[in-house]
T-cell receptor, first 112, second 109 residues
Framework: DVKVTQSSRYLVKRTGEKVFLECVQDMDHENMFWYRQDPGLGLRLIYFSYDVKMKEKGDIPEGYSVSREKKERFSLILESASTNQTSMYLC???????????FGPGTRLTVL | GQSLEQPSEVTAVEGAIVQINCTYQTSGFYGLSWYQQHDGGAPTFLSYNALDGLEETGRFSSFLSRSDSYGYLLLQELQMKDSASYFCAVRDQTDKLIFGTGTRLQVFP
């Protein structure tokens, strides 16, 4: 059974803290993605990666960075968390040039 | 800009048929996908259309008209468990998905 896991389901942080969100997939997929989901706005792409050590900006990369040191792991970093980054964060993976993305369960981040 | 439009909410009764429309305006187009998301759950893939026409998978069907930049998801024999949010998404040439804002389907007994 294919699986994408995320390090936390719920996370509460304070403004200015550095936040790491981890995502691991066990399907040997080349592509990995980070989205945030907010009510009425759907899923918006933050960053994605086609391969180890490669990253591309999505639609809303400001305030975020990513790291992909191993094929199975894709980390999202909030260098200095702000209240407007309170959101649901979803990680996904897919094989190269494939139609289906597999999503993790999400991390609901609250920044106080 | 890039945009996908779909209704924010649709309601129906068990056993009925419902159609969720999606119109898109994107700079690149390689196909239209549909995802289902139950409250508190992760989005899960339902269907993908790269070519014009209707694709059927059990009770769910998806249609695409590239000339009209339009597609729809058709759900037949609705069940209570179909209550969820449904997202259309355009795949561009870089394998990225651009998502619509989602349609919340409520199925009533």
């Amino acid at each position: 059974d294919v699986k994408v896991t995320q390090s936390s389901r719920y996370l509460v942080k304070r403004t200015g803290e550095k936040v790491f969100l981890e995502c691991v997939q066990d399907m040997d997929h080349e592509n990995m993605f980070w989205y945030r989901q907010d009510p009425g706005l759907g899923l918006r792409l933050i960053y994605f990666s086609y391969d180890v050590k490669m990253k591309e900006k999505g639609d809303i990369p400001e305030g975020y960075s990513v790291s992909r040191e191993k094929k199975e792991r894709f980390s999202l970093i909030l260098e200095s968390a702000s209240t407007n980054q309170t959101s649901m964060y979803l990680c996904a993976s897919s094989p190269l040039e494939d139609n289906e993305q597999f999503f993790g369960p999400g991390t609901r981040l609250t920044v106080l | 800009g890039q945009s996908l439009e779909q209704p924010s909410e649709v309601t129906a009764v068990e056993g009925a048929i419902v159609q969720i429309n999606c119109t898109y305006q994107t700079s690149g187009f390689y196909g239209l996908s549909w995802y289902q998301q139950h409250d508190g759950g992760a989005p899960t893939f339902l269907s993908y259309n790269a070519l014009d026409g209707l694709e059927e998978t059990g009770r769910f069907s998806s249609f695409l008209s590239r000339s009209d930049s339009y597609g729809y998801l058709l759900l037949q024999e609705l069940q209570m468990k179909d209550s969820a949010s449904y997202f259309c998404a355009v795949r561009d040439q870089t394998d990225k998905l651009i998502f619509g804002t989602g349609t919340r389907l409520q199925v009533f007994p």
